[in-house]
């Protein structure tokens, strides 16, 4: 009898947190995931980033991941489903 195949793992879900109050627009979260992220200038001159997905899809995990890390205003965070 062959032996039982392990399912693949599937990270939990997403979701991403925008502290707007402190976002500068300095858009390092668009180059690093230009699909979730995208930063605009807004009235008076200030940039804001705009949430394209807020539970983005697996397959842009390390995209996103990398837009929390390089983040120079620390303004992101993930919170991970259960």
């Known amino acids: 009898m062959p032996a039982a195949v392990p399912p693949p793992f599937v990270s939990p879900p997403v979701r991403i947190v925008v502290d707007l109050e402190l976002c500068q627009g300095h858009a390092v979260c668009q180059e690093e995931a230009p699909t979730v992220f995208r930063v605009r200038e807004r009235a008076g001159g200030y940039a804001r980033v705009e949430l394209l997905q807020a539970e983005p899809p697996d397959v842009l995990r390390a995209q996103v991941l990398a837009a ?6 620390r303004v992101l965070s993930i919170l991970e489903e259960k």
């Open 68 to 73: 929390v890390r390089y983040c120079p205003n």
